[in-house]
């Protein structure tokens, strides 16, 4: 079972330019063949699916600890796309005058027609994600040594998607994906190590650029994220840190291992769109009191 919070893992800055282009690159992260919702599905299947759970206890935790942070994932990198496309059309209620004329001239135009000017499960090039991206073989080494080549190529495409969006709100999600997904690439190698005794952690940093070289990563490496790996879990998958231990392979810093969530910080209210009907609830008259009154009868705290 999920326990969700209303929370996002990194604070989002407002977008300085808000870009219909940047929203649509930053779509490879989220549904792309190496994007967010193919880690997430990968590691959620291989965990449902997963044989032999007493035996190898350790590895089972380390895959459901990793799936249950790229939840967070999925979310963080919608909301950057949500952010970067809010505001990028004319705001009104007048249809004569066009007001998303500007959308014809979009690399993605779905998501003008498709959404409410907000994320979809697609790639950068508009196609969707599919099942076809999940891997779960049922061969524990080759879900581990698939899942560390699943991680590399994230991580390239996030320098990657870097490179092409200069904007703060793109560029501080990838550098705290950049962080949090090389943990991810350092644990499953360590897994590897472990049940293979191949010193995989010799291949690190794949791709060479360090994490140092961005500035919205460092700050997070000067928090110690590439060193935390939290369960996402109440009470579960303590024995994680039977493999989750030691030292980090670029830095010598010990590693831990933390029950629970990453704390979170506030998600983005989005403005709404009225020129896409977005959310399209104009006869709905507000009325906090009468809301504060509610609460108060149903002991609901606002």
Known sequence: MILKMDRLPVELPTPTNPSANDAAAVQELLGGKFGEMSTLM???????????RKKLRPFYDLICSIAGEEYGHIEVVSYTINLLLTGVSKRGIDPTIAPLADGVNARNTYHFNNSGQTALPMDSMGKFWSGDNVFSSGNLKLDLLHNFFLECGARAGKMRTYEMVSDPTARTMVGYLLVRGGLHVVAYAKALELLTGVEVTKLLPIPDLSNDKFPEAKKFMEDKMHLKLYTFSQEDYKQVALIWNGTHPEDGQPLEVIQGAIPGHAVPDLDEEPQLNAP?????????????DMAK??????
Do not use: C, H
């Open 42 to 52: 990968n590691y959620t299947y291989q965990s449902f699916n997963f044989r032999g």
């Open 280 to 292: 399209g609830s104009d006869e709905y008259a507000y009325d906090p009191q009468m809301f504060a």
């Open 297 to 302: 009868k149903m002991g609901i705290k606002l």
